[in-house]
Structures are given as C-alpha cells and as structure tokens.
C-alpha cells in the first residue's frame, strides 16, 4: 500500500507565505506525477498545481507567479511553496500522486488534506 501524508498547513495572514509537504511512503517503484488541488465548502475540487517527474510543471492561473511546486524524487515528496497569500487562497490542500508500485501497477493516490486558513 502507499501512503499520502500532508503537512505545513496553518493560519497566515494575507501577504504571508507557507510550504506545504507531501511524502509518499509504501510500495513505491516510481513516482511519475505529483499535485496539490484544494477545495473550500462552497466550490469544487481544483487543481492548484502539479509536476511532473520529467520536471514539467501547470498552475492554476490564480497561482502563477505566486506558488512554486517542486518534487524530491530522492525522497518521493513533493512541495508547495505559496507566497503572497490572499484570503481566497484559504482552503483544504490535497496531495495526489501517481504511483507505480513494485507490481507495476500505476494508481492514483490522495492524502488526507491540511487547512490553509488567509486571515487578518
């Protein structure tokens, strides 16, 4: 089995920064992709950002310029830095990964979610 297991949430105030971390842990041949996407109660699930292990990376357009995700192949953990954060910013962060365990098998993974709280 793999595990997602998240962490660097908390409360900030608008402008602040945070990081936030993913490591998967478990049966883990590869990783091939990792993300982060969010959700407060009032809209749907969004994907914020996602690399690859290739190295590519995608945002979302509100995170552009503002948020870096990056990934540590070495330590199958995967990182999102968030600066200038705005209150809209504020939600559930999910880790999702793609994994290849050592069966072969590729399957798609989320983590529990940590609280990202913007507020004055």
């Known amino acids: 089995q793999v595990q997602l297991v998240e962490s660097g949430g908390g409360l900030v105030q608008p402008g602040g920064s945070l990081r936030l971390s993913c490591a998967a842990s478990?049966?883990?041949?590869?990783?091939?992709?990792m993300a982060w996407y969010r959700q407060d109660p009032e809209k749907k699930r969004e994907l914020v950002a996602r690399?690859?292990?290739?190295?590519?990376?995608d945002y979302v357009d509100s995170a552009k310029g503002r948020f870096t995700i990056s990934m540590d192949g070495t330590k199958n953990t995967a990182y999102l830095q968030m600066n200038d954060l705005k209150p809209e910013d504020a939600a559930v962060y999910y880790c999702?990964?793609?994994?290849?365990?050592?069966?072969?098998?590729?399957?798609?993974?989320w983590g529990r979610g940590t609280q990202v709280t913007v507020s004055s």
């Open positions: 478990g049966r883990i041949f590869s990783v091939d992709a």
């Open positions: 690399t690859t292990s290739r190295g590519t990376t």
């Open positions: 999702n990964a793609l994994i290849r365990d050592i069966s072969g098998y590729l399957t798609n993974y």
